[in-house]
């Protein structure tokens, strides 16, 4: 049975009771007092039986350059009924409607960030986030300097008019609203500079609408890591395997980069990913202040484990094995929070991610300041003190081939280090200058999703089931890279599929979780109703591998002219976002590399 409602906003007696309101009412909230009026909108209720499968109804194209994130992350506000899509590209947010017939996407506007920055009085760079809910906008922008502080700008979303904005750290790259609209989340990564002189620390932004939308009312308070630096105050409070890797001099404060943050149904807890750092830091929001860090482990790859992976791009696809003291470290990027049977739940999309600064010199430069020198050798001739390219000052990656020389022979890798069908090169996490004989490698992401409880906990990880079964559908295009079609096997020594997006919904009494597979592209979904044990429903992907990324294509199958080919697809799921209208379940998934933004409606079906 589907019912019809106007869509109620009464989520916080705090906050707010509706959108519009009784404009005589001196009691209104601030966001009632907005009188944005919201849709009515049919969700869909009742119970729902069977596999659970997407299914596409219409993709919106950009037409943006290809590879340029002109679809990074989108997200749905019940209160306009309305999609809100991040172009980087175009310093926009890219503002969808969707059919009153099947919810099929097409651009009815845009935001321009412009007023926003003139409004802050700062210089802007990217878009990084948009997170829409009760007819507010909240959007992420970086600064034009990404070590400099960004910016967060607040819109309604019946006229776009800016509400107001706030300062955020350095590299605001993920936003959330809070489900009653009351706060504003930025993850602030903090990146540093490819030459490594400025290295701003990471932060966690938040700001309290609860009193206004004005700079006098509304409270930004930012959460710093400062009290957790070697000596200070909390030290003692992080634990040993929350990983700090960056140059020597960083302070733990530096080094710790939130990628990504997930809240509690009522607001008042933060799990943010620190990608880098292998590790959760939980934020009780209210008092804008760190309760404790989960630091996440590792991930075996060894026959115990029963985990296979696919480790060399030279063997051809699909060649799974086990490998003794070798792990994973699970390094999430996405997360997503859900409630199953009053407990709460944080799902990961566990990518991986290495640390590499990079910036253009001279070779001269390059190793005079002690860096590694990555362009052609000008030694000895004039091009030595006048031709730039690039420069690494940090680097924590390593291959296999290179790892094994600095390996104990009797390490029980080392053989398999020197096998280009094993492991010589898959990308290594460099920790020393040396691997003693009971040292486990490690390796970048785990290739999978996991199931944390509150705590930062494991409950379950789906191990190499993502990757099997990704083979098992399309052999003769597992592992590719999500800029190139025809390139098998590419991914094998770096990744992987690359689990990225992750979304959860709750339909009925059952659980789910759709998992966005970066450079494989398409989702996959399954049933979490039982946490420790979920169960695979579906695989979708809207790739063609067939066709030409772009409409001009090298001999290698690389894009040439920056011009997308519609005919290939989605390529690059970055974000995933659930929603219900018509009666209906959809999600809508922003893929970043064909800046497309794909509309699925979700079907049962007879298992």
């Keep these: 049975m589907m019912q019809k409602r106007l ?58 350059e290809f590879a340029s ?114 706060y504003i989340l930025t993850a602030n990564e903090g990146e540093p500079s490819g030459d490594y002189k ?38 003692a409070e992080l634990p040993a395997g929350v990983r700090i890797s960056g140059p020597a001099g960083t302070t733990v404060a530096q080094d710790l980069e939130p990628e990504y943050l997930t809240l509690s149904s009522d607001g008042g807890t933060a799990w943010v990913a620190l990608q880098e750092n292998n590790a959760l830091v939980i934020v009780d929001v209210a008092n804008a202040r760190v309760r404790s860090f989960a630091a996440l482990g590792e991930k075996p790859w060894n026959a115990a484990s029963g985990n296979q992976l696919d480790a060399s791009n030279k063997d051809g696809a699909g060649k799974f094995s086990s490998y003794e003291q070798l792990a994973g470290l699970y390094m999430p990027d996405t997360l997503a929070s859900i409630s199953i049977n009053g407990n709460t739940y944080i799902l990961s999309a566990n990518e991986g991610d290495g640390r590499e600064y990079v910036y253009e010199t001279t070779q001269q430069t390059c190793e005079a300041a002690g860096h ?47 096998d280009n069908n094993q492991l010589k090169k898959l990308k290594f996490i460099r920790n020393g200058d040396s691997v003693a004989t009971d040292e486990t490698l490690l390796t970048y992401g785990a290739r999978s999703f996991s199931i944390w409880n509150a705590a930062g906990e494991l409950v379950y990880d789906s191990g190499d089931f993502i990757a099997k079964k990704v083979f098992g559908l399309e052999p003769d295009h597992f592992n590719s890279d999500n ?53 695979f429903q579906s695989y979708v992907n809207n790739r063609n591998f067939n066709e030409p990324v772009c409409t001009e294509v090298n001999e290698d199958n690389e894009c040439e002219n920056g011009t997308y080919r519609p005919e290939a697809g989605d390529l690059a799921p970055e974000s995933i976002e659930y929603f219900s209208r018509l009666g209906k ?16 409606q979700l079907s049962f079906a007879a298992q």
Aim: proline share 4%.
């Design 7 to 64: 869509l109620a906003l009464s989520i916080s007696t705090l906050f707010l009771t509706a959108c519009g309101g009784d404009d005589n009412n001196d009691t209104q909230s601030p966001l009632q007092s907005l009188g944005i009026q919201c849709a009515s909108v049919e969700t869909a209720s009742g119970n729902q039986s069977g596999l659970l499968t997407p299914q596409l109804v219409d993709t919106y194209q950009s037409g943006a």
């Design 69 to 182: 994130a002109a679809a990074e992350i989108v997200s749905y506000d019940r209160c306009s009924d309305k999609l809100y899509v991040v172009n980087a590209q175009a310093a926009t947010v890219d503002v969808l409607s969707l059919s009153a017939t099947d919810s099929a996407p097409a651009k009815q506007g845009s935001i321009d960030l412009s007023a926003a920055a003139a409004a802050a009085q700062v210089e802007i760079g990217a878009a990084n986030s948009v997170s829409a809910r009760q007819g507010l906008v909240a959007v992420a922008i970086e600064g034009a300097n990404k070590q400099a502080d960004g910016l967060i700008a607040l819109y309604r979303s019946d006229t776009l008019a800016l509400l107001g904005t706030y300062p955020a750290g350095a590299l605001p790259d993920m936003v959330t609203l809070s489900e009653d609209g009351r």
């Design 198 to 235: 400025n290295d701003p620390e990471g932060s966690i932004t938040i700001v309290d609408l609860n009193k206004g939308f004005s700079a006098d009312k509304a409270v930004v308070r930012q959460v710093g890591f400062k009290e957790f630096n070697r000596g200070a105050s909390r030290a």
């Design 372 to 418: 590694l020198w990555d362009g052609d050798d000008f030694t000895g001739l004039p091009a030595f003190s006048t031709e730039q390219d690039d420069c690494i000052s940090h680097l924590d990656e390593i291959e296999g081939g290179d790892l094994y020389d600095i390996t104990d022979a009797a390490h029980p890798l080392k053989a398999a280090l020197d």
């Design 483 to 535: 800029e190139i079609n025809g390139s098998p096997d590419d991914r094998s020594d770096n990744k992987g599929i690359e689990p990225e997006a992750i979304e959860t919904a709750t339909i009925g009494d059952r659980h789910f979780a759709f998992v966005g597979l970066e450079r494989q592209g398409g989702v996959m979904v399954f049933d979490i109703s039982n946490p420790q044990a979920p169960v």
């Design 585 to 600: 379940h959809y999600i809508a998934i922003g893929n970043e590399v064909s800046g497309t933004t794909s509309v699925y």
